[in-house]
């Protein structure tokens, strides 16, 4: 079987500005038509590595290929970027504004893709309003709608669920994965880790510049094994410390989760549990999304770096 | 359609559907002929009702040959002869003969003065006609509430001037007429030079330079010029810096070159001045054939006039734009944008001398600076005595490249400053990033 060609290629990518350097001999392959997750704390390089496969800025060292291509001086016409700092012209009528942004990368017969998009985010009405006159979630649907209207092969999104209630998210997120489904290749980056399990082919963590998780979920999760109790406990508040063979609880509120120590039998901590406290619920997991993300760049991490 | 055209485009139809764009093209004329207009209405508005002045003669020789002068304007020069209507105020005289014994009249003349029965009073010293020393009682003097500039103290002055010279020359035992031809002047009217007709042969003056020509012509190119880079050169920081704060700029860049960005801006900038340009030409030109006054306007140079303006707006507007692309709010603009404004300005401080004097080396070293030559070449060229040929053309090459570098160095500023946030640039950090990239 033959490897899905690469939509986006980076080898040995660095970036410094001035003393600091935002990205370190980064190395990626994002097959096309896969979604991808781009994950890591704020300040840890998402941004500039999504401008530099942008072409906004220029890589110090390394090679970045879109489908295939040297990107140095080729303009973007294949990919719809929308940046984590983003605004419209406020004096523009929507209609107008999106009909401006699918000519400028696709150069004609933009019309009926920006009223079908408008039908379909529920911006119909709004067509002919003025962009100031719309609420936060409009204007961020229609910032989506500007980014998608060309029909990218390749969609970048910076941060795209930020700032948007339940209803809008799931909207978008629709929207995304509909795209990817007639073939678009979706790179975007975001802190919700939730979003990013539900929604990734693959996930990346960058952190201090440097890759540190590349690939798909579950792969990501077996490198931790099952070593994680998520357990919920029925009536009043008990401390858990010093449960036997349990390195590190988070504490979720009506969830409890329990990091075991490499061999401990998980039989002996729910043992020990049921002795302390009602139980309701017992499961022995893979660590989330989230437990990586903070063992990794959490204060914990931290701690241990500095020894 | 290029990105570039896209850019322009967009740019010049939200400019053009401007309030600001609307003010200035109607209001700036309204301005401009307001100003004329009001001064014309104000002349008719002359407060026309009689000036008495009181005059304190110690010669005794003088007031009654005033009060006889003032009589025969009065009858003649205050009523528009057309009309009949009362144009000027008519001067009366009223002589206060000098307090004997040493007593002053002054202070009782003031009070006068101050309830406004008099506009002023004249003492005219007892030895003006043969004056020895400068002794105050030689000279005269006219006291009022102000200095202002009418036309009453200028007249008495003249008329008493000239009854004491008629008195010396009687004196003298001369004959006043003689001694008048003698000295009657001799006007000297302005004439341009002259040549030979080709076809007949004969000597024929070339057309005289009037004023209107040595200063109004150039100095009204030079403003149209001026204002052509105030709307459509300087605005760009205010556009591209809007931009960058509501943070569509990075959006652009998802779809354009930085360089093709700033290219579209600077194009359709152009275009929304070449409108200003195009409504001011014609208005103006409409206007001198209807009002006359067609034959000053040199149309030989409106193409240096238009080549001028397109480097102008390029050469500053790509710089304004470099500058709205580095700053990260109005404040910081504000204080980037004098250094922006000195190659714009400081022509408009030298305009005088070089229209008194285009050909100077003062005016024609100013003119070659790249910087300074779309304001000071055009200024010298509309001048009707001429330049040298070859001097807008060394001009030109001077300021194209000057041009080509400011793209060239504003497309990089605005590359790198365009996503700079945070800090306030210098201009230190302008030229780093001019050079680096």
Not at chain 1, 113 to 140: C, F, I, N
Request: glycine letters at 10%; a neutral charge.
């Amino acid at each position: 079987m033959h490897a899905p060609p690469k939509a986006v290629e980076l080898e040995g990518v660095t970036k410094a500005f001035g003393e600091h350097v935002a990205v370190d001999d980064l190395a990626l392959a994002v097959p096309a038509g896969s979604v991808y997750g781009f994950i890591g704390p704020n300040g840890s390089g998402k941004t500039t590595t999504l401008r530099m496969i942008m072409n906004i800025f220029y890589p110090d060292r390394g090679s970045i290929r879109v489908f295939g291509e040297e990107r140095r001086g080729a303009s973007g016409d294949r990919i719809g970027y929308m940046p984590e700092e983003r605004g419209l012209y406020k004096k523009m009528r929507v209609r107008t504004l999106l009909r401006f942004c699918g000519r400028l990368k696709k150069g004609r017969h933009v019309e009926a893709e920006v009223d079908r998009w408008l039908e379909r985010l529920e911006l119909a009405e709004w067509a002919d309003k003025r962009v100031q006159s719309l609420s936060k979630g409009m204007s961020q649907k229609v910032q989506f709608i500007a980014t998608v209207v060309s029909r990218p092969e390749l969609l970048i999104l910076d941060e795209p669920f930020s700032g948007l209630d339940p209803v809008n998210t799931d909207a978008i997120r629709r929207a995304i994965l509909d795209l990817r489904d007639q073939g678009t290749t979706v790179i975007f980056s975001t802190h919700d880790m939730a979003t990013a399990e539900r929604m990734c082919d693959f996930i990346f963590m960058i952190f201090r510049g440097r890759k540190v998780l590349d690939g798909t979920l579950s792969a990501i999760q077996g490198e931790y094994g099952e070593d994680t109790i998520r357990a919920r406990i029925d009536g009043e508040r008990i401390r858990l410390d010093g449960l036997p063979g349990v390195e590190r609880i988070n504490d979720h509120g009506r969830v409890q989760e329990l990091r075991l120590r490499p061999g401990t039998d998980p039989q002996i901590v729910l043992r020990s549990l049921v002795e302390r406290v009602p139980v309701t619920h017992f499961e022995l997991a893979k660590p989330s999304l989230h437990d990586i993300f903070v063992r990794i760049a959490g204060p914990e991490a931290a701690e241990a770096r500095r020894v | 359609m290029s990105k570039v055209l896209r850019v322009a485009l967009r740019d010049y139809a939200e400019a053009v559907r401007s309030k600001a764009f609307l003010i200035s093209i109607v209001l700036a004329p309204v301005f401009m002929c307001g100003g004329i207009i009001a001064m014309t209405l104000l002349e008719g508005q002359e407060d026309v009702s009689d000036k008495r002045v009181a005059i304190i003669d110690r010669t005794g020789l003088i007031a009654s040959s005033l009060i006889e002068r003032a009589e025969s304007r009065n009858a003649e020069a205050t009523h528009d002869l057309a009309t009949g209507k009362k144009r000027h105020p008519a001067y009366v005289f009223e002589i206060v003969p000098p307090p004997e014994g040493g007593g002053d009249v002054r202070v009782e003349l003031s009070r006068r003065v101050e309830e406004k029965e008099l506009a002023g009073f004249l003492e005219i010293g007892p030895r003006v006609v043969h004056p020895v020393g400068a002794d105050e009682a030689d000279g005269m003097r006219y006291y009022s509430e102000g200095a202002a500039f009418d036309e009453l103290r200028p007249w008495i002055a003249g008329q008493v001037n000239e009854r004491i010279h008629s008195l010396r020359l009687q004196d003298a035992g001369l004959d006043e007429a003689a001694v008048r031809s003698c000295f009657a002047g001799v006007p000297m009217a302005e004439a341009g030079l002259v040549t030979i007709d080709a076809e007949t042969g004969e000597i024929v003056a070339k057309p005289a330079i009037d004023e209107a020509a040595a200063f109004g012509v150039p100095f009204i190119a030079l403003m149209l010029l001026f204002m052509m880079v105030m709307t459509g050169a300087v605005p760009l920081i205010q556009s591209t810096l809007e931009e960058k704060m509501q943070r569509i700029s990075e959006v652009l860049l998802g779809s354009v070159r930085p360089f093709e960005l700033m290219m579209g801006k600077l194009i359709g900038s152009f275009g929304v001045s070449l409108t200003v340009a195009f409504v001011y030409l014609a208005g103006g030109l409409g206007f001198g054939w209807y009002a006359g006054g067609l034959e000053h306007v040199p149309l030989d140079l409106l193409p240096w006039f238009f080549v001028h303006m397109v480097a102008a707006i390029f050469m500053y507007g790509a710089l304004c734009s470099a500058v709205g692309a580095a700053c990260n709010d109005a404040k910081e603009a504000q204080s980037l944008t004098m250094p922006i404004m000195v190659p714009i300005v400081l022509p408009m401080m030298i305009v005088i001398p070089v229209i008194k004097e285009p050909l100077s080396s003062f005016a024609t070293g100013m003119s070659l600076v790249p910087f300074f030559t779309p304001f000071l070449m055009l200024l010298r060229q509309s001048t009707p005595a001429g330049i040298p040929a070859w001097q807008p053309w060394v001009g030109l090459a001077g300021m194209l490249a000057a041009t080509l570098f400011a793209v060239w160095a504003g497309g990089r500023i605005f590359r790198v400053g365009l996503l700079m946030q945070g800090k306030a640039p210098r201009l230190t950090d302008l030229a780093r990033w001019a050079i680096r990239g």
